[in-house]
């Protein structure tokens, strides 16, 4: 009896993954597929547009380059995610010196955007520090083992 015919298409998804996967954890190729892992996010700077008097925020708006204008407000820690995977905030560490008094909040999706240059993956918002700071630490039983 002959061996049944190789699926066509199993050759292709099997090269397509490397692809994927490289996409996902390196900048440069985030950027021209818009793929990217969540552990890529984990403590990346976060930058307000609150310092350049912007006064509207588009949460659609595409940045490709972190504006030397921005301030550094904070650092991504981790996403927030509900039961079907969805996200539905990242929780940012802000405030604090040298490690010390720092605050983890969550900041919406709405309230974002990645920005991914060639070589840094950040994230912009428009809410200023002290908006953070006045924020609730985020609860105890979405924080995870870490």
């Given at each position: 009896m002959?061996?049944?015919?190789?699926?066509?298409a199993?050759p292709?998804?099997?090269t397509?993954?490397?692809a994927?996967?490289?996409?996902a954890?390196d900048?440069?190729?985030a950027?021209k597929?818009g793929?990217?892992r969540?552990?890529a996010?984990?403590g990346?700077?976060i930058?307000?547009?609150d310092a350049?008097g912007?006064?509207?925020w588009?949460?659609?708006?595409?940045?490709?380059?972190?504006?030397?204008?921005?301030?550094?407000?904070?650092?991504v820690?981790?996403?927030?995610l509900?039961?079907k995977?969805?996200v539905?905030?990242a929780?940012?560490?802000v405030?604090g010196?040298?490690?010390?008094?720092e605050?983890?909040?969550?900041?919406q999706p709405?309230?974002?955007?990645i920005?991914?240059t060639?070589?840094?993956?950040a994230v912009?918002?428009?809410?200023?520090k002290?908006?953070?700071e006045?924020?609730e630490?985020v609860a105890?039983?979405?924080?995870?083992?870490?």
């Open positions: 002959d061996a049944p015919a190789a699926d066509a199993a292709a998804a099997a397509d993954a490397p994927a996967d490289a996409a954890t900048p440069g190729e950027m597929t793929l990217l969540a552990s996010l984990d990346v700077d930058y307000t547009v350049t912007a006064t509207t588009d949460d659609n708006t595409e940045y490709t380059a972190i504006d030397t204008n921005w301030e550094k407000i904070g650092e820690e981790d996403l927030v509900d039961a995977g969805d539905v905030g929780i940012a560490e405030g010196f040298l490690g010390l008094g605050k983890e909040v969550v900041l709405d309230e974002v955007a920005v991914m060639e070589d840094k993956i912009v918002s428009a809410l200023s002290e908006a953070l006045q924020r630490q105890e039983d979405i924080r995870g083992d870490d």
